[in-house]
């Protein structure tokens, strides 16, 4: 990659695709092209194609979807498949005729199985049913693979794509309905926090940052969102989704933004013809909900009850990559867990 050439980040006010922009700043790249939803409706065939004819991008890094977690991809399934598909075929069809050569698409690991043999290898990929609750999203970004694959054939287009695991960090998303399991246990352990502490003032000035505090969530910390009152006599307590029993990988958005920086650039001398067009991307490891939210609760600093609905799907038992190709390819992350999470709490509460 030459810092001289012009790279349109779709996406780029998400957590990963800020973390490409901030990646690709500090190494010295200028032309960085960017567009707000406002500024350009990626779901809008004419716009995406009048942006590619008035632009000049020599590289794509296609970041922008609609994401969310299990009660989000189960409320909005006619969502999730149709944004998602609409985003990524106009992208990138639009960017095969503008004759832009090289793009990097941005999947997701729900892509595999839901009993995917552990760890899950790229040669894995639509070998058995997906896991329900994501399965429209899931079905979308496998789309999105495929896509790119064709276009390369056909085209001789160099389209790659990443499957990261799980990501969090700086910039995610942390409302209560629609947030990732680690945005939403670090929001929901802070906001106990603030409660046993008294603080009204700072679960007012939470909620007016990251969004409304569920009817649920208020009870277990005892808070009145209508009065903006705390029960003196309450112990505020911390409730989870699930068991707590499934096992989890976690890669930090920043090494996640790096390892895409990686791919772009290897691209076509690493991705051969008995080699996937994806690689994944993740830490290779895993660890349970239960102890990530041990975990959350010690950064926080919540010494209080933490209890699982167990009413509440748990999702995929287990999802855990293997990394082995990008390994071998050259990179590795650099946050373990415990450093990226302090890291993420730091950058919530100064937001």
């Known amino acids: ?131 329900p609750t994501n399965e429209p999203y899931a079905v979308a970004k496998i789309a999105g693979i495929k896509m790119c694959e064709a276009y390369n054939r056909q085209y001789g287009t160099s389209y790659f794509s990443v ?12 409302h209560l309905e629609n947030s990732h399991v680690i945005p939403a246990m670090l929001r929901k352990y802070h906001l106990a926090c603030l409660a046993a502490q008294g603080n009204i003032a700072g679960i007012i000035e939470d909620e007016q940052q990251y969004g409304p505090i569920p009817a649920d969530i208020c009870k277990a910390i005892g808070y009145s969102s209508e009065k903006e009152t705390l029960d003196p006599q309450h112990e505020p307590k911390v409730i989870l989704w699930g068991t707590g029993s499934p096992r989890r990988e976690f890669l930090h958005v920043d090494d996640m933004a790096a390892a895409c920086l990686h791919v772009m650039e290897i691209g076509e001398e690493y991705f051969l013809d008995d080699i996937p067009s994806f690689l994944n991307i993740g830490t290779g490891s895993d660890i349970t909900i239960r102890d990530t939210a041990e975990l959350i609760a010690e950064i926080t600093g919540f010494s209080g009850e933490t209890l699982y609905n167990a009413n509440q799907p748990d999702g995929t038992p287990q999802k855990l990559l293997d990394t082995d190709k990008i390994n071998k390819s050259g990179w590795k992350p650099e946050f373990d867990l415990q450093q990226g999470l302090e890291k993420t709490y730091a950058s919530y509460l100064k937001r």
């Open 163 to 174: 499957m990261p695991t799980n990501l969090y960090g700086p910039g995610d998303n942390y």
């Open 1 to 131: 990659m030459n810092p001289k050439e012009t790279i349109f980040v779709a996406g780029h006010r998400g957590m990963v695709g800020s973390a490409i922009v901030r990646q690709l700043e500090n190494r010295g790249f200028k032309n960085i092209v960017t567009r707000t939803h406002a500024e350009l409706d990626l779901t809008r065939q004419v716009e995406v194609r009048e942006f590619f004819e008035s632009e000049k991008i020599d590289r794509i890094f296609l970041a922008a979807a609609k994401v969310g977690g299990i009660h989000a991809n189960s409320t909005y399934p006619a969502d999730f498949i149709y944004i998602n598909l609409s985003i990524q075929n106009n992208v990138i069809h639009e960017a095969y005729r503008a004759g832009v050569k090289n793009l990097l698409f941005l999947g997701s690991s729900c892509i595999y199985p839901k009993f995917c043999p552990q760890p899950m290898k790229e040669e894995y990929l639509l070998t058995g049913p997906l896991e």
